[in-house]
């Protein structure tokens, strides 16, 4: 057990959120609070491991900080960008690297790569993002929330765009944290059916709610948080010129925040694009904490890596 005890995660792999049970996502981001008002105590936690970082898609927050994570806790990281599976089954690749490193993180076009990988490796597996889901930055953001609000019960976040990873796993996570969640988007671009149903059956259990709607000044009532992301996502560069066009009257600019409550937060996963979905007026406001989301990615995954790999 490593200094400070870290919590368990029964399933052994992040996946997907669905990975963490409610007490275990709760335990994981007070130890990811902890990690970061002590991190000295964690220097050794993962002496004589390496991890394996997986990207088929582009990154500078995820890789990087993984990669910092990895050294300050005494570990060491390599990398692999491009495409997992071409050479070889995905089968192959997880048994391979499961003989020479401790733990793989991948971020994927397809979910199923990621599931492949953690079925394969006998390894602890983190998704660093896929088609549905992006759970290590719904973490960094439900800490960012609860830095800023002080707690989750109570709380309203409005996800204003496309329903992609970026709000299915904040779906789920504000389900089981007890926010309230609207997600906004354009017609034909809410979230997927069967992961809205299951964030429902968390949030029931929780006592608070999930709208998903098509209109703004509905949806964004009463939140004290707004969050977008880009349009068109990482694969869908040829959608972007139609995607432009719908998401248009989705911008969030400082008009649509007088929809909101006074003084909410902005929150975006970035990287942004300023002057589509957000404008720069609203990204440089005295309430957006995209910083803070941004530096949470490392303490959430180190306290990730070091629950993932206690003895
Ligand atoms: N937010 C996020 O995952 O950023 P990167 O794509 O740069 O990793
Ligand atoms: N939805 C975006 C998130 C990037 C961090 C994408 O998948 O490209």
Redesign the pocket.
Known sequence: MPPGGAPCIAAGSFSSDFDLTQPELLDLLAFAAEVKRRPALYRSALKNRILSLLFE?PSLRTRITFEVAAKQLGGDSIQSIGPIGGREPVKDVARNLSRWTDLIVARTFKQKTVDDLARWSGRPVINA?SDLY?PC?ALADMLTLKEHWGGWHGHKLAFVG?G???AHSLMLDCARLGADIAVITPPKYEPNEGILGQARGFAQRNGCTIQVTNDLAEGLSNADAVYT??WA???QEHEAFDRARLFAPYQVNIELMKLAAPGALFLH???AHREEEVTDAVIESKTSVVFDQAENRLHVQKALLVTLLAE
Request: hydrophobic share 30%; aromatic share 0%.
């Open positions: 898609k993002l992006h930055q496309d992609n990873n970026v992301d880009v996502s990482m694969g996963c970035l990287p």
